[in-house]
């Protein structure tokens, strides 16, 4: 059977240097720290959060995740990271529930240079069977947009006042 590639893409403008972005996500370990809904990570094999081939396995709403960080580059402000397991469908009462898909998720700062501010962009590519293509594409379409306002929150609690 074929797969089908499609991709979920979001951005967004946060109101924060690049630099303060960069510093909260460029370590693949802290996604508790701005993900709602990440209760815990870990790194495994002693490896560092920007070091390229880490692994972090990390709990989602209650579902263990393992995903491997296949690209980091301080200078370019990209980190980019890919699933090891086919990550399966969430329940959602239907009877005709999706395959599992394989994806691959980037998330790139830019400088905004008015306002000092900051453009994210967040993409995941996904690997699913065509059937259920637009189904993960809509799933991962409502979820990246979540997964930035939930750094947009944490950005601005950590903002001195």
Request: with cysteine; proline share 6%; net charge negative.
């Amino acid at each position: 059977m074929t797969q089908a590639n499609h991709q979920a893409y979001y951005s967004a403008v946060l109101d924060h240097p690049l630099n303060t972005v960069w510093s909260l996500i460029r370590d693949f370990n802290n996604y508790p720290a701005y993900i709602d809904g990440v209760s815990e990570s870990v790194i495994e094999d002693d490896k560092r959060g920007d070091e390229v081939g880490a692994i972090r396995r990390f709990c989602y709403l209650g579902n263990w995740i393992r995903q491997r960080l296949v690209d980091h580059s301080d200078r370019q402000h990209i980190l980019t990271y890919a699933g090891l397991e086919a990550l399966p469908y969430p329940q959602d009462g239907s009877s005709q529930v999706p395959s599992p898909t394989r994806y691959q998720g980037t998330m790139h700062l830019r400088p905004i240079v008015e306002g000092d501010r900051t453009l994210i962009e967040w993409s995941v590519a996904l690997d699913t069977e065509p059937a259920d293509a637009d189904r993960w594409q809509a799933l991962f379409g409502a979820w990246i947009p979540a997964w930035t306002d939930s750094l947009a929150r944490t950005l601005a609690r950590a903002r001195p006042g």
